[in-house]
T-cell receptor
Framework: QKEVEQDPGPLSVPEGAIVSLNCTYSNSAFQYFMWYRQYSRKGPELLMYTYSSGNKEDGRFTAQVDKSSKYISLFIRDSQPSDSATYLC????????FGAGTRLTVKP | GAVVSQHPSWVICKSGTSVKIECRSLDFQATTMFWYRQFPKQSLMLMAT?????????EQGVEKDKFLINHASLTLSTLTVTSAHPEDSSFYIC?????????????FGPGTRLTVT
């Protein structure tokens, strides 16, 4: 079993839709939970991070962590074509591990 | 925000030659840097942890004699792919944590695309 599981998609939604991206994990030592956005042929950029369980909101983005279920989510409201990218979840504890990344396309 | 640079951004080399990739943290010091490789449509795979002043730590299955890492200063780490082969063709990305090794605040370089012919 991989430490971090993420559905690679691809996921295609119309502009304005709410997008839900998810990851599950197995290592209880993870303490920080991050979401990165990666455009094609570019390095990932940090979108959001959360520590422990709970929600965190930043503009159109909401990150949610449920440590009891070992499940994290990223919600994107009012999605835009510029949101089209690969979204990677990452978790940090003794080391950092990444999910496979979900390819998202937002169609105008 | 913090910036991490990589050089070169793209390199083509012949099989059997060596290639050096540089990773620099431009506005903060990093005692630790990480090197990843990424195949098309796949996630990042951690190769090794570069430590300033000490040996690099390699992930299981990564050949340390093939992927030489030198953390020359608090702002520079280099990855040298020795005796490169076509199967080494990949996207290599470095990252540097601001705030120490376990910091969530990881900044990634733009990546280096290596093509071995």
């Amino acid at each position: 079993q991989k430490e971090v599981e993420q559905d690679p998609g691809p996921l295609s939604v119309p502009e304005g839709a709410i997008v839900s991206l998810n990851c599950t994990y197995s290592n209880s030592a993870f303490q920080y939970f991050m979401w990165y956005r990666q455009y094609s042929r570019k390095g990932p950029e940090l979108l959001m991070y959360t520590y422990s369980s709970g929600n965190k909101e930043d503009g159109r983005f909401t990150a949610q962590v449920d440590k009891s279920s070992k499940y994290i989510s990223l919600f994107i409201r009012d999605s835009q074509p510029s949101d089209s990218a690969t979204y990677l979840c990452a978790m940090s504890g003794e080391g950092m591990r990444f999910g496979a990344g979900t390819r998202l396309t937002v169609k105008p | 925000g913090a910036v991490v640079s990589q050089h070169p951004s793209w390199v083509i080399c012949k099989s059997g030659t060596s290639v050096k990739i540089e990773c620099r943290s431009l506005d903060f010091q990093a005692t630790t840097m990480f090197w990843y490789r990424q195949f098309p449509k796949q996630s990042l795979m951690l190769m090794a942890t570069s430590n300033e002043g000490s040996k690099a730590t390699y992930e299981q299955g990564v050949e340390k004699d093939k992927f030489l890492i030198n953390h020359a200063s608090l702002t520079l780490s280099t990855l040298t792919v020795t005796s490169a082969h076509p199967e080494d063709s990949s996207f290599y990305i470095c990252s540097a944590p601001r705030g120490g090794r376990g910091s969530y605040e990881q900044y990634f370089g733009p990546g280096t695309r290596l093509t071995v012919t």
